[in-house]
Structures are given as C-alpha cells and as structure tokens.
C-alpha cells in the first residue's frame, strides 16, 4: 500500500520567513513525489515533481529516502504563498494525494 | 485553451436520484482520472483510464461507475447517490509520457446530495 501523510493542517508563518511544509511517505517500490498547490479560486496545478531536482517560484523539494520524506521549503515566504498544498506519491498505475496543508503568508 | 472542461459546476441532488459528472479535455491525453475532495481527507482517488476503452478502480470506487469511449472524454456516473458522496469532484488528466500522475485539473464539481 502506498500513504502519503501531511501532519500540518494548517501552517502559519509571517512574510519574509522561511517556509517548510511537511510530507512523509509510505511506499514499497520506488517512489516518484510530487507537490501540487491550489490557490484561491484557482485549479490544482502541479508545482513541482522530486525527479526534476527543479526550484519553481523559490520552493524546492528533496527526496529523503531514509526518512522518507519530500519537505517543500521555501526560505523567504511571500504573501502570494499563501495557498493549499498537496504532496503525492506516484505508485504503480495510480497517484495518492495526502490531506493537504493549508500554508498562510502573514504580512 | 479549455484543458479540461468539467460540467456542471455545481449540483443538488435527492438521495436515490442518478446523474453523470461530465469530464472532456481537448489536450488529447491518454490518462484521466477522478477523484473526490473532502475536507480532512485530501484528495481521494475514485476511478481511472490509461486509454479509450480501458478504466479501473482507485481507492474509492464503490456508488460510481465510469466509461471511456473515447480519448476526450471521461464521464463519471452516481447510480444512486447518497449523502456520503457529498464532496467536491476533479476530473485530472495527463498525457502518457508522464505517467499516470495528474498534470491539468478542471474546476471541481461541487455536488450536495440531500
């Protein structure tokens, strides 16, 4: 079975501070992780994915296989953060999204 | 540039009654898939296709049954719908190249069922 698991309901920071957003993974095979954010109004879109090693809108994520964790971190946060963010493990044919974080950009 | 087009945006429904949530995007993807978001529960995979003709069973797929007859479109049918099935719905899509991992969204499909 595969899980994906976001403690953080909610994480609050004030603007200019450093982001990370948690993301803890379950999985037997090889895994391929994924983060997707939906803005207010706006559709879910894929953010970033770890096989890209890419930094997209300043955040980045790392694989950490033996804590089995993908982090998204972020070490200035900007009001226009403020969103939901989902993390995802792609398995064999199909894709589990865990609960999501809501992230809140204080000015 | 529709991407993927979902109708309706939103729907009431009496328990008991039937409907089909309309999914059609024009990128000509290989991959779609349905899923369901509810608060606390993130997103929830419901059903799924990897081409025209073939669909398969996600996470949650008991109440809903899907068809794919052809690449563009992938409906999702509520034979009876229930209160449990209260939630907002995405239809995602993306193309073979990157496997089954959803690249576009449409707009969700909010659906209450009384």
């Known amino acids: 079975a595969q899980r994906v698991t976001q403690p953080e309901k909610l994480l609050s920071v004030f603007k200019g501070a450093p982001v990370e957003l948690k993301c803890n993974y379950s999985?037997?095979?090889?895994?391929?992780l994924f983060w997707y954010v939906q803005y207010s109004r706006q559709r879910l879109q894929l953010l970033l994915r770890?096989?890209s090693r890419e930094s997209i809108k300043g955040f980045t994520a790392d694989l950490n296989k033996g804590e089995t964790s993908f982090h998204l971190k972020k070490p200035f946060a900007q009001e226009e953060d403020s969103a939901m963010y989902y993390c995802?493990?792609?398995?064999?044919?199909?894709?589990?999204f865990g609960t999501g974080t809501k992230l809140q950009v204080i000015p | 540039n529709a991407g993927v087009t979902q109708t309706p945006k939103f729907q009431v429904l009496k328990t008991g009654q039937s409907m089909t949530l309309q999914c059609a995007q024009d990128?000509?993807?290989?991959?779609m898939s349905w899923y369901r978001q509810d608060p606390g529960m993130g997103l929830r995979l419901i059903h799924y296709?990897?081409?025209?003709?073939?669909?398969d069973q996600g996470e949650v797929p008991n109440g809903y049954n899907v068809s794919r007859s052809t690449t563009e479109d992938f409906p999702l049918r509520l034979l009876s719908a229930a209160p449990s099935q209260t939630s907002v719905y995405f239809c995602?899509?993306?193309?073979?190249?990157?496997?089954?991992?959803?690249?576009?969204f449409g707009d969700g499909t909010r659906l209450s069922i009384l």
């Open positions: 995802a493990l792609r398995g064999y044919q199909k894709v589990t």
């Open positions: 990128m000509n993807h290989e991959y």
């Open positions: 999985y037997s095979g090889s895994p391929e």
């Open positions: 995602a899509s993306s193309y073979r190249g990157t496997g089954n991992q959803p690249q576009h």
């Open positions: 770890h096989i």
């Open positions: 296709s990897v081409g025209a003709g073939i669909t």
